[in-house]
Structures are given as structure tokens and as C-alpha cells.
């Protein structure tokens, strides 16, 4: 998957995202999550992420994202 990141980056994507509220993507551990980012991050590209939680459960999300924000060079955005 990092190869299809990183050969996407050349053609051109801005980043990755990540809908972690959606299956499958629910189940990704974070080291998944950063080895995708990584490629985005060393092209220049992005890493977006749709919350695992949302509502009272949202900052429990926002820890969860952290982790892959906290990545080398990580340029994160999260979504509600």
C-alpha cells in the first residue's frame, strides 16, 4: 500500500485520507496509518482523517489520530 501512496503521490494526489469512523478502515492500527502517511509526508502531501469517534466520543477520536499527526514531518487534518 506504501508503494501505491507514494507512486500516487508522483502522479500528482495531494495526500492520503482515511474515513476511520467507516469499515474497513475502522479496523486499521496506527503503525498502518503512519506507514501510509509516510510517503505522502516525504512528497510534501497531506494526511486527512475522518474521526473513529465523533459526538461525546470525540476526543477519544482526536487521541487516536494523534499518534499518525505525530508522525515525521505529519501534515494532519482531521474531519467531523
Known amino acids: 500500500m506504501s508503494r501505491l501512496v507514494a507512486d500516487a503521490m508522483k502522479q ?6 482515511t474515513g476511520l469512523i467507516y469499515s474497513p ?3 486499521a492500527k496506527t503503525d498502518e496509518l503512519i506507514a501510509l502517511s509516510r510517503p505522502a509526508s516525504a512528497a510534501g502531501g497531506l494526511y486527512a ?3 473513529r469517534y465523533d459526538g461525546e466520543k470525540l476526543r477519544e ?3 487516536k489520530r494523534s ?3 505525530k508522525a515525521p ?3 494532519a487534518r482531521s474531519f467531523i
Open 12 to 17: 500528482g494526489a495531494y495526500g492520503v485520507a
Open 61 to 63: 477520536g482526536s487521541r
Open 73 to 75: 514531518d505529519s501534515r
Open 67 to 69: 499518534p499518525s499527526a
Open 25 to 27: 478502515n475502522a479496523y
Open 49 to 51: 482523517s475522518h474521526l
